[in-house]
């Protein structure tokens, strides 16, 4: 009974609505509208006739409008080629998936698609992970694609449905018959090389060039071609879904591919040729000439010489003619400069310029320097007589004669060993000792004071257990020269330090949109994130994502063993967790999108720009990223994890590491995700030059004759944030002591550092000219299970795994002394 009620209710609604719609209503047609269908989108289906029925008719998951089969195909069983139509006009057919046309997503609800029986072969190398782009993208060399040609029976059919499919939709232009590639070149590639677009043009269907428009084009561009970004930006003008960068990236590599695939089908090698932008550039001279003047301009613009300013390398702390050439009104300002020193210490460096005398002052003496000064030539005397600790003044007078000048340059202090009384750090050794007996595996400290390195020790071991947990009969010592995997010490002296450098150099402006520097990184709120919101982690993104195994917290798409896809997904699919700047949340996240925004801003590898621009110059040779690549060996490192990243056999995942992990970097999104070289981890290094990069800090930006950045750039990342006195750009701080776990309860508010997994932990004071570093390999130890189910290394159980302690009894060494 209750369903026959049910049905009259029904039945009564439907004869009131149309009681309703009975009443006249006239007619006043708009001018503000279009139809429906916009695009024409042709397919093949890479599979013969009966499976393409299967997945097309009584699949549930793709379908589309036609679908035309082929001769000679054994499952097709009719005797005459027959056009299907699957799906009405006016309904959507799920043929276009994820896909963006000329500004249009999506196209599914705004196209026809014609499914063509057509079966290409596509081989993939033997042994390629399937997440590898090399292996899985649709263009490029990571995979072999065999294209047969089109059935020409089965051409005529597609010809004559596709003009009337024309003739009924008037709003799908020229440019708006496309390939599936052309809409998704990331993800298909049909209808492949072998597609008669040429053939269809002639019958009225799509998009073609003029031969002499191209060579018009050609004969311009082969004498200077188009920028890259230049050639993405016109094939954006075109129709096709690119995000401009600059760089060849996979989008460009596929992009370009799917273009010549679609016109220039003999020549389909994903690199923007000379011939490719000539046709590119033809075709939107006939479809989109209003578009076309504005690339032309910028070309022409981008044609001509920039006045670059060469910025000047600084040779030292100090490096400038005197006297000033743009002198201040206010005289007294005039040709004084402040520099660091210690005491007996320091040179100073004078090129003569046509000057023949100056009167030149060190904290007010005046020095005695022979004089006159030959033209054109170079003096360097010591200032072990005039310097003081600390800051120093320079002040030059009375250049001689009248327009002459002066290049005076003073280095940067550099680290030299201990001289005199030694400090007292037995308090320090006794710890460490007792714990090293205790089982701790080992350590090395290192502290500099007053551009010394007062302290310099071994301790324990570098290796003290096999891969099976069991005690090394000889265990191998630790040495002053050991490197460690510096964890996320690797966030502040490679990623800071070269952001550092970017920004003193004025390639690099903090305030700037991320999508700025990396174009694709947009959609999902990120073109409102600036590149200060990664330092401070307050861009709003979780604590990590572990792209390295497919049980991560975003779900399986969001595995990735492979550097580019990693990338990818950083860039466009890592959502936030938080709106903007709501709270600070520590996250590896923030610090693997700086790597990559390096590497876009410098056109380099991140570990070959900081290797090459940061550490050479300083003459640091040990430290690096994936060192074992690089020519070391593992018996140079501390080891870490006693069964590589299995938590002693509890955790596995793919191509999980089981062995003693040294040399390689413990982080496994770095290891695994990032081939060992990311923003956040990856970076090895060794005490001595870790001491040198943390005096660097100490003397505001450089070492010796190298300037890193400028002192006001190191004030900017160093500064304490409005949201967190704890907190810089990346740089912890000590603030007030509310991190002595960390600097201990002695050192001054101005004090920064970092701390790093794998044990170890760096600061710097600059209030008492000191520098510490302790590197540990306090995980290769044994893990315990709690009660909580939390896994812990016997190692980080120690006062020597908890940092603070450390850093206190070394303040008091120093502090007492």
């Not at 920028?227 to 930006?233: C, D, I, K, N």
């Not at 006159?372 to 360097?380: A, E, G, T, V």
């Not at 967790?577 to 923030?590: A, L, M």
Request: hydrophobic share 35%; with cysteine.
């Amino acid at each position: 009974m209750r369903v026959v009620r049910i049905r009259s209710v029904v039945v009564g609604f439907l004869v009131l609505l149309g009681g309703c719609a009975s009443f006249d209503v006239t007619q006043l047609p708009s001018q503000s509208y279009n139809h429906r269908v916009q695009f024409l989108v042709m397919h093949f289906t890479a599979i013969d006739y009966q499976a393409s029925v299967g997945a097309l008719v009584e699949g549930r998951h793709v379908s589309s409008h036609y679908l035309i089969p082929e001769r000679f195909d054994a499952s097709y069983p009719h005797d005459e080629l027959k056009v299907f139509q699957l799906v009405d006009e006016q309904d959507r057919a799920w043929h276009a998936g994820s896909s963006y046309w000329q500004g249009r997503q999506d196209l599914n609800d705004q196209s026809i698609g014609i499914e063509i029986v057509n079966v290409p072969r596509c081989e993939r190398p033997m042994g390629h992970h399937f997440m590898d782009p090399a292996a899985s993208a649709e263009h490029g060399d990571g995979r072999l694609c065999l294209f047969p040609d089109y059935d020409p029976e089965q051409i005529k059919l597609l010809v004559k449905l596709s003009k009337e499919i024309l003739a009924r939709h008037p709003d799908i232009g020229p440019t708006q018959v496309i390939g599936h590639s052309d809409i998704t070149p990331s993800r298909k590639n049909d209808p492949g090389p072998r597609f008669p677009w040429y053939q269809l043009y002639k019958e009225g269907i799509g998009a073609w060039y003029d031969n002499d428009t191209v060579n018009h084009y050609w004969q311009i561009f082969s004498l200077a071609p188009p920028s890259l970004g230049l050639m993405q930006r016109a094939l954006r003008s075109y129709g096709y879904g690119i995000s401009e960068t600059g760089r060849i990236d996979r989008q460009t590599i596929d992009t370009l591919s799917a273009f010549q695939m679609h016109f220039l089908p003999w020549h389909v090698t994903g690199e923007a040729t000379d011939k490719t932008a000539a046709t590119l550039f033809a075709l939107l001279d006939k479809y989109f000439p209003d578009k076309l003047a504005a690339l032309m301009a910028r070309y022409e613009l981008e044609l001509v010489p920039a006045d670059e300013k060469v910025p000047q390398v600084m040779l030292g702390q100090v490096d400038e003619i005197f006297p000033e050439p743009q002198p201040s009104e206010r005289k007294w300002v005039n040709d004084r400069r402040l520099f660091k020193a210690y005491a007996g210490r320091g040179e100073i460096i004078i090129d003569s310029l046509e000057a023949t005398q100056a009167d030149i002052y060190i904290n007010g003496e005046k020095l005695n320097i022979t004089q006159p000064f030959d033209l054109n030539q170079q003096y360097q005397y010591s200032l072990a007589r005039r310097t003081r600790e600390g800051f120093n003044t320079l002040r030059v007078e009375n250049v001689q004669p009248e327009g002459a000048s002066l290049r005076i340059r003073i280095p940067y202090p550099r680290l030299e060993p201990l001289s005199g009384k030694p400090y007292d750090f037995s308090a320090v050794d006794d710890l460490i000792r007792d714990e090293i007996a205790q089982g701790f595996p080992g350590a090395v400290l290192l502290v500099v004071k007053d551009g010394k390195i007062v302290k310099e020790s071994a301790y324990g071991y570098q290796q003290l257990f096999d891969q099976s947990g069991v005690r090394l009969a000889n265990p191998l010592p630790m040495r002053v020269d050991t490197l460690f995997d510096m964890a996320s010490n690797t966030k502040m002296y490679a990623t800071n330090f070269a952001l550092m450098k970017l920004v003193t150099e004025g390639k690099l402006d903090l305030n700037q949109p991320i999508s700025t520097y990396i174009g694709e990184y947009t959609g999902g709120g990120r073109g409102a994130r600036q590149v200060k919101d990664l330092l401070t982690h307050t861009a709003g993104y979780g604590p990590e994502v572990r792209f390295f195994t497919r049980d991560n917290e975003l779900g399986e798409t969001f595995f990735s063993q492979a550097k580019s896809h990693t990338e990818k997904l950083l860039l466009t699919r890592v959502p936030f967790e938080t709106g903007r700047d709501i709270r600070p949340v520590y996250s590896d996240t923030d610090y693997m999108i700086l790597g990559i925004l390096i590497e876009r801003i410098t056109g380099m590898a991140l570990d070959k720009y900081v290797e090459t621009q940061l550490y050479q110059p300083l003459g640091l040779s040990h430290t690096l990223f994936n060192p074992l690549k690089k020519g070391f060996v593992k018996g140079q490192f501390a080891a870490t994890e006693i069964q590589g990243n299995t938590r002693g056999g509890r955790l596995q995942f793919d191509n999980v590491r089981n062995y003693v992990l040294q040399g390689e970097v413990h982080d496994e999104k770095a290891y695994y995700s990032m081939g060992g070289v990311s923003g956040h981890a990856g970076l090895f290094s060794r005490a001595g030059d870790m001491g040198v990069l943390m005096q660097v800090l100490l003397n505001r930006g450089g070492y010796g004759d190298t300037q890193l950045f400028s002192p006001s750039v190191l004030d900017q990342f160093s500064k304490a944030s409005d949201a967190d006195i704890t907190l810089g750009l990346g740089w912890r701080r000590a603030g007030n002591g509310e991190r002595r776990w960390h600097f201990g309860p002695y050192a001054s508010p101005q004090a920064i550092g970092h701390t790093g997994w794998t044990g170890t932990v760096t600061v710097v004071d600059p209030a008492y000219d000191l520098a510490i570093v302790l590197l540990t390999n306090r995980k290769h130890s044994h893990i315990t299970e709690k009660e909580d189910k939390n896994l812990v290394f016997a190692g980080d159980e120690y006062e020597l795994g908890r940092y603070g302690s450390i850093v206190s009894l070394v303040y008091e060494a120093v502090l007492h002394e």
